[in-house]
């Protein structure tokens, strides 16, 4: 009874600690009740839904009209990927839209990829109709594919009778440089700029004037770079212009600039980089003029991220107390056990199977990975006959890893186990019928509740708990039916996960219970970080990337360098408790199974 009163409180500071991050996460996003954050949903003029966060400071009225910015994800990314742009830009006065691209987040799906790239010139348009905006001064903003919709949109521009927009800033994603062999100037007389990441995965790579390719961080001195510093015309025998430097020029009567910001950063990190939202507030304060200059140093998403991933933490943990809470009352009281489980002992060949089951998993499971990556469509926006390839790409690498550990255990009962008296009912291995259905009832209650309660800070402060490219945030219906088309995929190995981290390797290795999960913990991320090194120690250290023909795929792994320890830290709290493995492994195969599939891009079926 203590311990669940224990795990009753818990859940209460988790679920207060929740609301709290939420409501700074609402204080952050409105200036502290000087910004207006609303939910909108428009019919772009393809007939598809688009869904977007609006920000309006309260000085932008009729009578004073305020400049406003678009500013837009990337490829498998959401809305709420730019906070760091919505929140500083709208507390120095603009009205700031931040969408997400059809075919993600709330956004519609649809079957024309090329509708990604259209739609944040609707949400120009969007902007260009409201009163309390000055459409003569409306920007775009866009990271990675953002950027290139930010292309699309002036090309669109180019073509209506009534241009509308004035500033564009690429973020991580190249300008157009030249057509039909020769440099151009798409742009015109608007103002222009490029945030260049020095060791960008994707952009910014050139050819020197020997026609040999050049790498991201020698950008600047290079050709196209310098034509567009030049504004499109050919750069040789001109003047070597810098980065961080604004250059003007009379376009057709009109004073326009351009200007490159370079900083040593990757692509994904661009949002979510102090220096990159400072070129983003100095861009627009010189392009639009800002209502409210405020210093561009001087920002507050930091304390937003800080937030969030407190709210981030105390989900996890309402997920695990809630499930220690519920296994206690009656109806679910056979699903666990009242007794906490014990730390089995290990002799000389117990030690070495353990030592040597994990190692080999991980091996196999960082070797296998880019050839599973490359051989299922785990990149492609074609007809893949699956709504999602990163969801594909990923689930399938999981299965292929769970399958590996079953194998693995399987091994090792027969081989040593079995031989050693390791009973299968006394471990837990052994489930009923009835007390299998009740343990996937009381997950998908878990699941529910703590999704549901997400919802509510959703819908109430408009807060979801994220840090850098993890993300848990509210979704759709039509993300839970897309989920399972994967939830087989990543059950196989969350749910072998949690049985090996409990029934076959909770022992004494280790000395203490925190050192032994620390280790499996250790083992289970292990192919994250060695891929993640080999792909970029070259990269950075100023040569290539190992596979630059994989480097979507690489950064996928960033999230899961949490999610992997995070896996086996949960199944061990839950299983010491309840002496069921199946539980905390189905809990974490339907969250992991939930995130990646609300997070990406998604095609219509």
């Avoid at 004073?255 to 990159?276: K, L």
């Avoid at 937003?304 to 809630?322: D, E, P, R």
């Avoid at 031989?419 to 052994?430: I, R, S």
């Avoid at 029934?503 to 050192?515: I, K, L, Q, T």
Wanted: proline share 5%.
């Amino acid at each position: 009874m203590n311990g669940t009163k224990k795990w009753a409180r818990i859940l209460c500071i988790s679920v207060v600690v929740m609301l709290i991050s939420s409501l700074v996460t609402m204080g952050i996003q409105t200036d502290f009740g000087k910004v207006t954050v609303k939910e909108i949903n428009w019919e772009t003029e393809n007939g598809h839904s688009m869904n977007g966060w609006l920000f309006i400071p309260h000085a932008a009225t009729a009578e004073n009209p305020a400049p406003a910015v678009v500013v837009s994800h990337g490829m498998y990314n959401n809305k709420g990927m730019q906070d760091l742009n919505f929140v500083e830009l709208a507390r120095r006065g603009y009205v700031v839209l931040a969408q997400d691209m059809p075919n993600h987040g709330d956004s519609e799906n649809t079957a024309n990829i090329g509708a990604v790239l259209m739609g944040m010139y609707e949400s120009v348009k969007v902007l260009s109709r409201m009163n309390n905006v000055d459409s003569t001064r409306i920007g775009v903003t866009g990271h990675s594919l953002g950027g290139m919709s930010c292309n699309m949109s002036v090309s669109l521009d180019n073509m209506a009778p009534q241009p509308l927009v004035a500033a564009v800033l690429l973020n991580s994603a190249d300008a157009t440089y030249s057509a039909e062999g020769g440099f151009v100037n798409i742009y015109g007389a608007r103002d222009v700029g490029i945030v260049a990441g020095q060791y960008d995965e994707w952009f910014f790579g050139d050819t020197d004037a020997s026609g040999n390719p050049t790498l991201p961080k020698d950008f600047v001195v290079n050709k196209n770079a310098q034509s567009f510093l030049h504004f499109g015309t050919d750069p040789a025998g001109q003047d070597v212009r810098e980065a961080n430097t604004v250059y003007h020029e009379d376009i057709d009567g009109t004073d326009a600039m351009r200007v490159i910001y370079s900083h040593p950063i990757i692509h994904p990190w661009s949002h979510f980089s102090q220096r990159s939202t400072v070129a983003t507030i100095s861009f627009f304060e010189e392009a639009l003029g800002a209502p409210n200059p405020i210093p561009a140093g001087s920002q507050i998403w930091q304390w937003k991220v800080v937030a969030n991933t407190v709210g981030l933490v105390a989900f996890f943990v309402f997920m695990v107390s809630l499930t220690l809470v519920l296994v206690k009352k009656p109806f679910f009281a056979e699903v666990g056990t009242d007794e906490l489980v014990q730390p089995r002992p290990a002799d000389g060949k117990g030690k070495i199977w353990f030592f040597a089951s994990i190692l080999i998993c991980a091996i196999i499971c960082t070797i296998v990975y880019l050839p599973i990556m490359n051989t299922v469509p785990s990149n492609s926006t074609a007809d893949i006959g699956w709504p999602q390839s990163q969801a594909l790409g990923i689930g399938t690498w999981s299965a292929v890893c769970g399958l590996v550990g079953i194998i693995s255990m399987l091994i090792s009962y027969f081989a040593y186990g079995k031989k050693n008296g390791m009973d299968p009912a006394a471990v837990g291995l052994k489930i009923s019928l009835r007390k299998a259905l009740k343990t996937i009832l009381l997950a998908l209650i878990v699941i529910v509740s703590a999704f549901g309660f997400l919802a509510i800070m959703d819908y109430l402060f408009m807060a979801d708990f994220r840090i850098w490219v993890l993300a848990v945030r509210a979704f759709n219906a039509e993300k839970i039916g897309v989920s399972l088309w994967y939830v087989l995929f990543f059950l196989v190995y969350y749910v072998g996960n949690s049985v090996a981290a409990g029934c076959f390797n909770f022992n004494d290795v280790g000395g203490r219970s925190w050192v032994n999960t620390l280790i499996l913990a250790v083992a289970a991320v292990l192919p994250a970080p060695i891929l993640l090194l080999i792909q970029y120690v070259p990269f950075i250290s100023g040569g290539n990337m190992t596979w630059p023909a994989n480097n979507m795929q690489c950064v996928w792994l960033f999230p899961m360098l949490v999610i992997l320890p995070l896996a086996v830290v949960i199944s061990r709290i839950i299983y010491r408790r309840t002496k069921n493995p199946y539980l905390p492994g189905l809990i974490m195969g339907i969250f992991v199974t939930l995130i990646t599939c609300s997070n990406s891009l998604t095609l219509a079926m």
